[in-house]
């Protein structure tokens, strides 16, 4: 014989209880089916009661809101002809509460023992209604009355059941009757005068659970609306998935933390009689499932699940007088008692200055009056401090058997949870080691509970979320390169790149929670998106508190670039392709490359010098394998380059630089090309990520632009350059006269650093250096006569946005 638990959902209305009583028809096996109360209906029971209590005759309505209600599934069920006696069972079963509320309204006292009555109303019409139905389907049966079986103490709302007394009243109930068929309602049961007790809240498993333990039944099945026990909550987890296979002490681990498909007592009547246990969808009854069972063999993972508590509270309890004496903690915790405050968490350093408990936040402001009390006299001497109370924290657990004796899982879980800026209250494990528990932030709780699943379930890949400001010529390029190479990286990177939020200086565009943005149609969809505000941009990304977040500048803002340190502080890694914060003050460069290793966080700014060549990377090889940089020489701007290797007096210089710009090598003001500054900001990249202390001041720049260039707008700027024109080509003529071409060189040498055009002649390394290209020569202590050079396309939308993509990979890879 099996027993059968179906929950409120379950038999929520009409429709559903049809699809139940579909599930029990189609076992042969004999059964016993425990039901909860219609969807809903304890919740408004408990209403009524609590109204009549405060005399507020409001109470009617629920109970006629009710009435109705199992009204309409009676009638919706029941053919006609079986109607009257169910609806007139109806009627009468709200006649006694309507008289018990009544009473309740005029003693204005609603005991536990009268609340235990009118809640128990719940189970017992949702089954009267079922029994009526399956008779009305010719199916036999035998209603059962739980409280004549199942019998408790008196201590109600939370009844302890008398197993021996209630064992013996199941099997002489079941084994007088020939029947193959039993309904019984879940929840209730009767103290020993016969009052009315309830196993508390989610007891209709519990009760399925003593059916199961006192008969030894085959298996117990509790049918819910969800797909057994999942690996994550399913609401926060899209990629949750069903356990196949779980132990006992593991459900009940999972249960106790938020797991609501189960009720943790439940599983101790059938642990101790090894009944397999099975939790089934309602609504989906093919699917297998999850089966709690001894020893239960999950797919080979080390984590069963992962669970959560929101809504809690660290209580602390510090003072170097507790150091040594014993009875502090007994004091501590029968305080808590005292007030039947449950402790959930408990955790106590080896130094002995603190104890540290989690309870609910519901409890802590009664925790820590009776506390401070209780240390009236230590808080007074300075022996301890008051109780230090934290609140809007959660915890989060992993659960497993098989983390047992295996090194590195808490490495794992804490390196991860830190990797994403999730600061750890409290911890603790116990020598079961079946579950690890810490105590976090909640607004950090669904983040954490999804960064605990990637990194122990979904080795298929990893999540990687990205916000990109900046959709000019290399912003849009890096989209297209993302929406191209996103398969490639889900396939041989194992990597999800998801591109979650935009921006350009005038709209910003989020995608919907757990969606990225659809990257076919971004244009359109960015320009019907709202106006773009930093702060709000910014502020979103927080609060989104999304795993593995990058923030990605590729605007020339100072403005974007003075929210990265916000953003580090989160743990959000920063690539930047804004060369701004870099070469800003060394100050603030050197701060912003700490806030990124104390977060835990990437700043990578590869592309500030030399587009996607590696520059940065190899400088940072070098130095890193113990390598010491003596001397740079470069050739570091691409628009300078181009322009210079395309000049020769035919066409106005102006219109070459023109043309740099148009395609795409500038800046977005050409004048920081032209003017040097530009190859100043990456001169002085180079040497500080050298190691040197250097600012902008200390870099001599040895400019051709006329002075007046600099004046008015960018437009200005070009006619300028036209009425300059005599002067370009007298550059340009000098140089051919001594047979050499112009470069615009930058070199770092001894903590001094230069800019400047020179005179290149043909034995020199720059001297063939074409187009757009850029040339770096490191002299190292290993490198000290040839140096290792780096050189390439050093400007372009696509090279550039190639060089970003490389780091975005390189922080999504850490
Ligand atoms: N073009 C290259 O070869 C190259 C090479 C290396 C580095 N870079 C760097 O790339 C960056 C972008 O260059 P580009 O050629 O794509 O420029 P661009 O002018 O084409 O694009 C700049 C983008 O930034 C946006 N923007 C500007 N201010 C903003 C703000 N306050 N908030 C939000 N968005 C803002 C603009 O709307 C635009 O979408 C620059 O920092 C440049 O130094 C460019
Ligand atoms: N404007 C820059 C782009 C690369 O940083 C150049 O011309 O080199």
């Not at 199992?70 to 006696?85: G, I, K, N, W, Y």
């Amino acid at each position: 014989m099996k027993v059968l638990k179906f929950g409120g959902t379950s038999v929520a209305n009409a429709q559903n209880i049809q699809q139940t009583v579909s599930i029990i028809l189609r076992s042969a096996e004999p059964q016993i089916v425990v039901v909860s109360a219609l969807g809903g209906v304890t919740d408004l029971l408990i209403k009524a009661g609590t109204l009549a209590e405060q005399t507020n005759d409001g109470y009617k309505e629920v109970l006629e809101q009710l009435e109705l209600k199992h009204l309409d599934a009676a009638r919706a069920l029941l053919p006609v002809t079986h109607q009257s006696s169910c609806l007139s069972m109806i009627k009468q079963q709200f006649n006694e509460l309507d008289e018990i509320c009544s009473s309740v309204f005029y003693l204005k006292e609603l005991s536990l023992r009268t609340r235990d009555r009118i809640i128990g109303f719940g189970e017992l019409l949702s089954s009267k209604i079922i029994s009526a139905y399956l008779l009305s389907q010719q199916a036999a049966h035998e209603w059962v009355d739980s409280r004549q079986v199942i019998k408790t103490n008196s201590n109600h709302g939370f009844a302890a059941v008398n197993f021996p007394a209630t064992n013996a009243f199941i099997q002489s109930r079941i084994n007088q009757s020939d029947k193959k068929l039993f309904l019984a309602p879940g929840f209730i049961a009767s103290d020993e005068q016969g009052n009315t007790t309830t196993l508390g809240r989610g007891g209709s498993d519990y009760t399925a659970a003593i059916f199961a333990s006192a008969i030894n039944a085959s298996s117990l099945e509790i049918w819910t609306d969800v797909t057994g026990m999942m690996t994550a909550d399913p609401r926060w987890v899209s990629n949750a998935r069903t356990i196949k296979q779980i132990s006992y002490r593991e459900a009940m681990e999972l249960s106790h933390f938020g797991a609501k498909v189960i009720y943790p007592p439940t599983i101790q009547p059938v642990m101790q009689k090894n009944i397999p246990t099975w939790v089934k969808n309602t609504f989906a009854p093919d699917e297998a499932g999850t089966v709690i069972e001894e020893n239960g063999v999950h797919d080979g993972e080390m984590i069963t699940g992962i669970s959560s508590i929101n809504s809690i509270a660290l209580l602390s309890l510090e003072g170097g007088g507790m150091v040594g004496i014993p009875g502090f903690s007994k004091r501590l915790f029968e305080s808590l008692a005292g007030e039947k405050i449950n402790v959930i968490l408990i955790t106590q350093s080896s130094s002995e200055h603190s104890i540290c408990v989690a309870v609910n936040s519901a409890d802590a402001a009664k925790a820590k009056i009776a506390v401070d009390t209780t240390f009236e006299i230590e808080i007074s001497s300075g022996k301890v401090e008051p109780l230090k109370l934290e609140e809007d924290l959660a915890i989060i657990a992993l659960v497993g058997d098989k983390m047992k004796s295996h090194p590195g899982i808490s490495g794992r879980m804490f390196g991860s949870l830190g990797r994403n800026g999730i600061n750890i209250r409290a911890i603790a494990q116990g020598s079961s080691e079946r579950n690890i528990s810490a105590v976090i932030a909640s607004a950090d709780v669904k983040k954490g509970v999804n960064v605990l699943h990637e990194a122990f379930f979904e080795e298929v890949y990893k999540q990687v979320n990205i916000f990109v400001v900046g959709l000019g010529n290399v912003g849009s390029k890096l989209i297209s390169q993302l929406k191209q190479q996103q398969q490639f990286l889900l396939e041989h990177l194992n990597l999800q790149v998801r591109v979650t939020g935009i921006a350009n200086s005038r709209k910003m565009l989020f995608a919907d929670n757990g969606n990225d943005i659809d990257l076919n149609n971004w244009q359109i969809n960015l320009q019907q998106a709202p106006d773009m505000h930093l702060d709000a941009f910014a502020d979103t990304i927080i609060a989104k508190n999304l795993r593995n977040s990058v923030f990605v500048d590729i605007t020339a803002n100072e403005a974007v670039a003075g929210i990265y340190s916000r953003l580090l502080e989160k743990s959000v890694s920063v690539v930047a392709c804004n060369k701004i914060a870099a070469s800003s003050a060394y100050a603030n460069y050197s701060k912003l490359k700490s806030l990124a290793k104390e977060f835990n966080a990437l700043y990578l700014f590869e592309t500030n010098v030399g587009a996607g060549l590696p520059i940065i990377g190899s400088l940072n090889d070098l130095r890193r394998s113990g390598d010491q940089i003596n001397k740079i020489q470069a050739v570091l701007s691409g628009t300078l380059n181009f322009v210079f290797n395309n000049y020769n007096g035919t066409t106005s210089f102006a219109s070459v630089v023109k043309q740099a710009q148009d395609e795409g090598y500038t800046e977005p003001d050409p004048r920081l090309d032209l003017g040097g500054t530009d190859v100043m900001r990456k001169i002085m990249i180079l040497a500080r990520e050298a190691g040197e202390k250097i600012e902008m001041d200390d870099i001599t720049n040895n400019g051709f632009l006329p002075a007046s260039c600099f004046e008015g707008t960018v437009a200005d700027f070009y006619a300028e350059m036209e009425k300059q024109e005599a002067h370009f080509k007298a550059i340009y003529l000098e140089a051919a006269a001594n047979n050499c071409k112009l470069k615009f060189v930058a070199s770092y040498e001894n903590g001094k650093a230069t800019v400047g055009l020179q005179h290149i002649p043909a034995h020199s390394d720059f001297y063939h250096l074409y187009g757009k290209d850029n040339i770096v020569l490191f002299y190292t202590q290993r490198y000290p006569e040839q140096p290792l050079v780096v050189k390439g396309a050093g400007a372009g939308a696509d090279v550039t946005a190639s060089g970003v993509f490389a780091d975005i990979i390189r922080v999504a890879r850490v």
